[in-house]
């Protein structure tokens, strides 16, 4: 009976793996027919030699088009921006790429070689002439969060007429400095509330040594865990599994693609090691020639508050502006989706319209 009852379980996950389909609805008016000029698409373009996933959302292609850079590496949030962020399609052609190697673009034949800080710069780049060609758009605006930061910081320094300004949201600054400040805050939080059973899992972990811990991603990993536990990630406790759910299964992933999510993940972080603690802001990006503005959780100990804080102070640009998200940590733009919003439609949109209508 047990080999048997496994089975029909095994062919019913089967089953649902081959039936499981994958679409985004269409963009509708309140009567229910399609908006015209709207697009709602999901596709496969080719990125720097490797077939790489987009999904794009937009009342209509007229408006500015805003590319949403996800963290990581190799965390495609293409759930959450679907789930928290839709009204931003009624002002803006809505880009969310899956990054090489990662979701919808993870595939066995992405080469290992290729996953470091210069061909996802490339990549960065290649996507937004893509974009720009596609809608006809002299500029776009590039929003990033956590690692997705880094890569936007980088790509629109790089290349700044391309971009109307840069949104940052849980800026990634410095790793090295970044894992020394999140370790620490653990070891005096675990002090603070006498919590031995944190010490002994920090003892274990290790503090980083420029970087790294001594378990590689074994280590990173169970920090990160301790740090979500103590809010200094997620910061409501009760959001924490919802986001999960809705970056591995949104309506636009298979089975198949929630499983290739993991795989993604896994594949990035191990990639990334090697490279992870050659991010350094200070030195790469010292001067950016638009406007910027960092949105930065109040308890973000994932990248830092205090160390995006100080990269802010130092940061040559036109037009930089800071803004707190008070209830939240490092899915600040999740935990607070309205505040952001708010800001994309009411204050950064604005960079792309023509001076009498701003």
């Keep these: 009976m047990k080999k048997t009852g496994f089975a029909i379980v095994f062919f019913i996950l089967v089953l649902l793996f081959i039936i499981s389909r994958s679409s985004t609805s269409d963009i509708k008016d309140p009567y229910g027919k399609p908006i015209p000029n709207s697009i709602a698409t999901m596709e496969y373009v080719q ?24 963290g990581g590496p190799g965390s495609p949030e293409t759930g959450l921006v679907r789930k928290y962020h839709s009204e931003l399609e009624k002002y803006f052609t809505l880009v969310m790429w899956e990054q090489r190697g990662s979701g919808k673009s993870f ?14 710069l490339n990549d960065t780049h290649e996507v937004t002439q893509y974009l720009k ?9 590039i929003i990033g969060h956590s690692w997705g930061t880094y890569l936007a910081v980088r790509t629109a320094a790089r290349y700044p007429e391309d971009y109307y ?30 919590n031995e059973s944190i010490q002994n899992q920090l003892k274990n972990i290790g503090p980083p040594v420029n970087g790294y811990y001594k378990n590689g991603k074994e280590g990173l990993i169970a920090e990160r865990k301790l740090l979500n536990q103590m809010g200094g990630s997620v910061f409501s406790k009760k959001m924490g599994t919802m986001f999960m759910l809705s970056m591995t299964f949104p ?7 929630s499983f290739q999510y ?13 490279v992870y603690n050659q991010v350094d802001l200070f030195k790469e990006v010292p001067e950016i020639k638009i406007p910027i ?36 940590a490092h899915l600040q733009i999740f935990e607070e989706p309205e505040k952001y919003m708010d800001l994309l439609i009411n204050t950064v949109r604005k960079k792309a319209l023509p001076e009498s209508l701003k």
Excluded at 107 to 120: D, I, K
Excluded at 169 to 193: C, H, P
Excluded at 302 to 324: D, G, H, M, S, V
């Design 165 to 194: 300004a840069v949104v940052t949201a849980g800026l990634l600054v410095n790793t090295i400095q970044q894992e020394d400040i999140s370790y620490e805050f653990l070891v005096q939080r675990s002090k603070d509330l006498k």
């Design 251 to 257: 309506a636009e992933y298979t089975l198949w693609d």
């Design 293 to 328: 503005y960092v949105l930065t959780g109040r308890h973000d100990l994932q990248t830092p508050f205090a160390l995006a804080e100080k990269y802010y102070e130092k940061l040559r640009a036109p037009e930089k502006k800071w803004i707190w998200f008070e209830n939240s």
């Design 47 to 70: 990125i720097g030699g490797q077939k790489q996933f987009m999904l794009i959302r937009g009342n209509d292609i007229n408006n500015p088009v805003l590319f949403f850079l996800h």
């Design 107 to 120: 595939s066995s034949t992405v080469s290992q070689e290729t996953m470091n800080l210069e061909v996802f």
């Design 262 to 274: 993991i795989r993604g993940i896994n594949y990035s972080i191990d990639s990334f090691m090697p």
């Design 133 to 141: 060609k596609r809608f006809n758009k002299n500029k776009i605006f």
